[in-house]
Nanobody, 124 residues
Framework: VQLQASGGGLVQAGGFLRLSCAVSARTFSRVGGAWFRQAPGLEREFVAA????????GYADSVKGRFTISRDNAESAFYLQMNDLKPEDTAVYYC??????????????????WGRGTLVTVSS
């Protein structure tokens, strides 16, 4: 399984971005995906995730109501729509994936596959 994240960039506070994670997998429908981020000098933190069985998603409190994770089986990709961005959202964003399993997991060690990060910078 290979992942490639894209869509980062520079945006003003209050703006929006959509991150994409293209997934190369035999059975994308069994992929549970997540986004994590890491700001300079800080540890990597959970942002959002979905479970492969569909419908179940989870978000960090800091992004609830602003970010939405979704997937497109036809495109073998999942996304992170980020609205009302704030300077504190500035970070390198990583997409991650796991095959099968249950639940919506927010712990990085449960994800076996990672993409390279994409930088999101939010100016004030």
């Amino acid at each position: 399984v290979q992942l490639q994240a894209s869509g980062g960039g520079l945006v003003q506070a209050g703006g929006f971005l959509r991150l994409s994670c293209a997934v190369s997998a035999r059975t994308f429908s069994r992929v549970g995906g997540a986004w994590f981020r890491q700001a300079p000098g800080l540890e990597r933190e959970f942002v959002a995730a979905y479970n492969w069985m569909g419908g179940n998603t989870g978000y960090a409190d800091s992004v609830k109501g602003r970010f939405t994770i979704s997937r497109d089986n036809a495109e073998s990709a999942f996304y992170l729509q980020m609205n009302d961005l704030k300077p504190e959202d500035t970070a390198v964003y990583y997409c991650a994936a796991r095959l099968g399993g249950t639940g919506v997991l927010s712990t990085a060690r449960f994800y076996n596959y990672w993409g390279r990060g994409t930088l999101v910078t939010v100016s004030s």
